[in-house]
């Protein structure tokens, strides 16, 4: 009798250490999120020849969130002739080369985005704006081009209340604020990209682009 007890006792033991070790306290972990989009600094750029602008991709999940780590290529179609790019990582250097257009392409796990490249030799030296027209909580366009000196006219056609805030621009810029009708030049001494908002209605952004005469 007491040879079976400690047999037994053996093989409790015996079984409980194996059931106990059996995943080795280790769980697996969980696959990482799935790139859903990519989203680009910008979506159109209008260069002179030679002039160059850096554009960002930014993968992001089923829920809008940035993802890290991922990589991005980067083409350019035609793939000579009127851009060529410089890839750095998620960013990349394109540079106008010939007038025309192109197409930059940011790829990440088979997930793209594409921005219109337009290379001309000629951009305007002055531009209108026209701010909340028919009552949208918009600029139109809200993309503007000028050269170096240039103006951009914002007009007012609506009785809402909006203000034009230049957000950290490269160089001092008169902001506008707040009115219901006119219209205000605004003249642009340096180049560079010069974002602005209407700081009274959030997403009602805009950007004034300024290049080389």
Request: with cysteine; glycine share 10%.
């Amino acid at each position: 009798m007491r040879f079976v007890k400690c047999a037994v006792i053996v093989l409790c033991s015996t079984a409980m250490g194996c059931g106990g070790s059996s995943d080795g306290g280790n769980t697996n972990p969980p696959p990482p999120p799935t790139v859903s989009s990519v989203s680009l600094s910008t979506s159109t750029a209008l260069l002179k020849l030679t002039e160059s602008v850096v554009i960002t991709a930014t993968p992001k999940d089923a829920n809008g969130n940035a993802l890290s780590g991922r990589t991005v290529e980067w083409t350019v179609a035609p793939a000579t002739g009127t851009a060529s790019i410089v890839p750095n990582g998620a960013s990349v250097t394109v540079t106008g080369t010939a007038n025309g257009q192109a197409d930059v392409t940011a790829t990440v796990e088979q997930k793209t985005a594409k921005a219109a490249i337009t290379v001309t030799s000629t951009i305007a030296a002055s531009a209108d704006v026209s701010v909340g027209a028919g009552g949208a909580l918009a600029f139109s366009p809200p993309q503007t081009d000028i050269t170096k000196g240039g103006t951009v006219n914002f007009s007012w056609s609506t009785s809402t209340v909006h203000n034009v805030t230049f957000v950290n621009p490269p160089s001092p810029v008169s902001s506008i604020p707040d009115r219901s009708s006119g219209t205000v030049p605004v003249t642009f001494a340096q180049t560079g990209t010069y974002n602005y908002h209407c700081t009274l209605h959030p997403g009602m952004d805009g950007v004034v682009t300024v290049h080389i005469p």
